[in-house]
Nanobody, 115 residues
C-alpha cells in the first residue's frame, strides 16, 4: 500500500514562509503526478500545485509566483515551498499522488496564516 505523510505545517504571520514535505512509501518516479491540495473551512478542496514525472509543474493562479513545488527522488519526498503567505492561504494542505488509475492521499497538515 502506498502511504503519504505530510509535515511542515504551522502558524506563521502574513508575509512569512513555510515549507511542506510529503514523504512517500515508494519511489516517487512511479507516480504519474504528485500534487498539493488545500481545503479551508466552508470551502471546496482545490489544487494548489502539481508536478508530473517529467518535472512539469502546474499552479493555481492564486499561488503563482509565491509557491514552488519540487521533489527529491532520493528521499522519496515532494516539497511545497510557500512564500509571501497570506491569511487566505490558511487551510489544511494535503499531499496526493496518482499511480495509473489509483489516487492516494495523505492525512493533511494545517497551515494558519495570521494578519
Amino acid at each position: 500500500q502506498v502511504q503519504l505523510v505530510e509535515s511542515g505545517g504551522g502558524f506563521v504571520q502574513a508575509g512569512g514562509s513555510l515549507r511542506l514535505s510529503c514523504v512517500a512509501s515508494t519511489a516517487i518516479f512511479r507516480f504519474n503526478t504528485m500534487g498539493w491540495y488545500r481545503q479551508a473551512p466552508g470551502k471546496q478542496r482545490e489544487l494548489v500545485a502539481r508536478i508530473d514525472r517529467a518535472g512539469s509543474e502546474d499552479y493555481a493562479d492564486s499561488v503563482k509566483g509565491r509557491f514552488t513545488i519540487s521533489r527529491d527522488s532520493a528521499k522519496s519526498t515532494v516539497y511545497l515551498q510557500m512564500n509571501s503567505l497570506k491569511p487566505d492561504d490558511t487551510a489544511v494542505y494535503s499531499c496526493s499522488a496518482v499511480l495509473i488509475t489509483t489516487d492516494y492521499w495523505g492525512q493533511g497538515t494545517q497551515v494558519t496564516v495570521s494578519s
